[in-house]
Nanobody, 126 residues
Framework: QVQLAESGGGSVQAGGSLRLSCVAS????????MGWFRQAPGKEREGVAA???????IYVDSVKGRFTISKDNAKNTLYLQMNNLKPEDTAMYYC????????????????????WGQGTQVTVSS
């Protein structure tokens, strides 16, 4: 049984930093595409960052240069380092895992992912 658990969210002022973590059970990260998504109130969930088998990162344009996705395969932990946070980054952040050993043609698309965590809230004040 696959379970994903996010942590590290919180409230920060604009310009601050947070590091989100996603610990997995039942998943060997090296076999999965992994992604971070977010959903702001009244908005659709969107892809923020993704990592393929080779840990090649993919980012949505709005976070490029500010966010970094990384994995620690030994700890089965996915990270999202978020720097220079902006109020528009305020959202619930979710980690997700794709089906095992499956190439994802659209790594930022929600429909590509099979497993989801419960989310961690990030609030950025101006």
């Amino acid at each position: 049984q696959v379970q994903l658990a996010e942590s590290g969210g919180g409230s920060v002022q604009a310009g601050g930093s947070l590091r989100l973590s996603c610990v997995a059970s039942g998943v060997t990260y090296s076999n999965y595409y992994m992604g971070w998504f977010r959903q702001a109130p009244g908005k659709e969930r969107e892809g923020v960052a993704a990592s393929d088998y080779d840990e090649t990162p993919i980012y949505v344009d709005s976070v490029k240069g500010r966010f970094t996705i990384s994995k620690d395969n030994a700890k089965n932990t996915l990270y999202l380092q978020m720097n220079n946070l902006k109020p528009e980054d305020t959202a619930m952040y979710y980690c997700a895992a794709g089906p095992p050993r499956k190439f994802l043609s659209s790594p930022m698309a929600l429909s590509e992912y099979k497993y989801w965590g419960q989310g961690t809230q990030v609030t950025v004040s101006s």
